[in-house]
């Protein structure tokens, strides 16, 4: 069984897919790194992670580093549960250089819609770190979803109008 994450396994798991590839790019850190990181959580399961296009090199190296650290890897991104928001890339902080790899947390307020959308007991407590921290400004997340709405249609697995008042109740939620 595989080990949880903890921070400096975290930085480890970047030091060596940074150290064992010649691809350029850059990595996004999503969910559960992002806490650790921030210390929020002091693990998570699994290090959840979205490459930039043409990164394949990385995938190939994965395994090894899952097996090197006892971690669990996955692919995940916002975008594989909401539309992608518009600029998210420039929103997403940088956190470390390693070697030819940049890391960088994915944009916040793109994980908050995806977590006020899946609304786990989790997900709406990353929330309101997320805000409490100031990683995400709370009266944004209603403008980022009026972006999105028009493209739910493509992810039929979402209920546009309950995603719509959970968003609504958060951000009141959050600014009161």
């Known amino acids: ?13 970047m030091r060596l897919l940074g150290r064992r590839t010649r691809a350029a ?34 995938l190939r190296e994965i395994p090894a580093i899952k097996e090197d650290l006892q971690v669990n890897v996955e692919l995940a991104s916002p975008a594989h549960f909401i539309p992608e928001l518009p600029g998210w890339r420039d929103r997403s902080p940088f956190v470390i250089r390693e070697g030819t ?22 997900d709406v407590e990353d929330v309101r770190e997320m ?24 992810y039929p697995a979402v209920d546009v109008a309950s995603f719509r008042r959970a968003v609504t109740e958060t951000v009141r939620a959050l600014t009161a």
């Open 25 to 58: 790019g850059r990595v996004y850190l999503v969910g559960g790194a992002c806490a650790v990181l921030h210390d929020w959580r002091a693990t998570t399961i699994d290090i959840d992670i979205d490459l930039d296009p043409g990164l394949d090199a990385l």
């Open 131 to 154: 805000a409490r921290r100031g990683l995400i400004e709370p009266a944004r997340l209603m403008t980022f979803f009026d972006l999105i709405e028009p493209q739910l249609y493509r």
């Open 1 to 13: 069984m595989r080990q949880l994450t903890d921070a400096a396994r975290l930085r480890e798991f």
């Open 101 to 122: 790899l940049d890391f960088h947390h994915y944009d916040f307020h793109a994980q908050a819609l995806s977590k006020i959308e899946r609304a786990h007991a989790r």
